[in-house]
């Protein structure tokens, strides 16, 4: 992968109609929709956010792809990893974008793959109850073949991003899946029979409650030893899982009495994006250059406010020092979201 520093930045499919969104959200529903009808719901809310450079582009477009893979190089990205939905018995959504960067070849622009393995349902889907819209399903050994088989030409694919030599591979929910040894054990035996060395496995650490709040180098000891080979740490609900009974009480007010999402200052927030387990040879932090989940949940959403350019750098000037001294292999970070200001001073520092 080089010597240099990589930066790997998540990829939302999510932008272009498919059947199940135009019945589940009515006809021609992307998540353009959700940005569009944004409002701003405090003072200094910067909200709807209009997209400049590509617009409200439709990933249908090859030469939206290509434009995003240019835009993404010019500002020091070295690749994109696509969130990639297999929801069991070969169900899958949001697949045609990924599937035409394979089969055209184009954009020539590194890649790997993240199976985002959640049901939809909820406020993180912009559902304001537990109706389960699609779930996910773990059926067992020969869905998990089917679904290395059918990733497996993209595994196979001279741009796929590779560590060690291995395709790498992150996991959303890892605790989701049952018998997760055995489901790595798998697919690692099924890359050795298909000529690849492996599937360099990352799970996601998105929230400590998820771990039962477990320390981060005991949740990290405990996924390399059940088979990942790296962790990211994402870290933007860390601040709010910290709340205590009177904040918590705050905030409810605020959201069912004045309507607001909960507001943390992104210069708070940001205090905990990096940490001291970063250094690891086996943990892969996270940029996160803001965040605000209103435009899909409104007043159930939470929002890092006043984000400045200044913040942003030192933030990114941390996340580098972690992995700065790591092989050259390693020397990898994955972008969480994106603004459009910040991803120069990225470019800067590289």
């Known amino acids: 992968m080089g010597n240099k520093i990589k930066i790997i930045a998540f990829y939302l499919p999510q932008f272009h109609p498919i059947p199940e969104n135009d019945k589940w959200w009515g006809k021609g529903f992307t998540e353009w929709t959700n940005v569009g009808k944004a409002k701003p719901l405090f003072r200094g809310h910067y909200q709807p956010r209009v997209p400049a450079d590509l617009g409200y582009y439709d990933l249908r477009i090859p030469e939206v792809r290509e434009s995003q893979a240019n835009m993404a190089k010019s500002f020091g990205i070295n690749g994109f990893c696509y969130w990639h939905y297999w929801f069991g018995n070969g169900k899958r959504l949001l ?3 990924f599937n035409e960067v394979l089969q055209s070849g184009k954009p ?16 993180s889907h912009g559902i304001p109850n537990k109706k389960v819209l699609i779930e996910q399903l773990y059926p067992g050994k020969d869905d998990y073949i089917n679904h290395f088989n059918s990733l497996l030409s993209a595994f196979k694919d001279s741009r796929y991003i590779r560590i060690n030599d291995k395709p790498v591979f992150v996991i959303y929910k890892p605790l989701d899946i049952p018998k997760i040894q055995e489901f790595i054990l798998l697919w690692n ?19 400590r409650q998820i771990f039962n709040n477990a320390p981060e180098n005991e949740t990290l000891e405990y996924l390399i030893n059940n088979g990942f080979e790296a962790v990211n740490f994402v870290r933007t609900s860390d601040l709010g899982e910290k709340r205590g009974i009177f904040l918590r009480a705050i905030h409810k007010f605020s959201r069912e009495i004045l309507g607001k999402p909960m507001i943390f200052s992104y210069k708070e927030a940001s205090e905990y ?18 965040w605000d989940h209103t435009p899909r949940s409104g007043k159930y959403g939470v929002v890092f406010s006043k984000t400045t350019p200044e913040l942003f750098k030192q933030h990114v000037e ?27 001073i990225i470019w800067n520092l590289i």
């Not at 492996?198 to 650490?205: K, S």
């Open 108 to 123: 020539d622009f590194p890649f790997c793959l993240a199976w985002a393995n959640q049901s939809w349902q909820g406020i």
């Open 273 to 290: 994006f990096s940490q001291s387990i970063d250094f690891s040879m086996n943990a892969i932090p996270s940029i996160v250059p803001g």
């Open 318 to 344: 941390k996340i580098f020092l972690s992995v700065i001294g790591k092989p050259s292999p390693q020397r990898l970070i994955l972008l969480k979201s994106g603004m459009n200001g910040p991803k120069v």
């Open 189 to 207: 035996n099924l890359a050795l029979q298909n000529g690849l060395k492996g599937i360099f496995f990352i799970a996601q650490h998105q929230s």
């Open 95 to 97: 697949e045609r974008p």
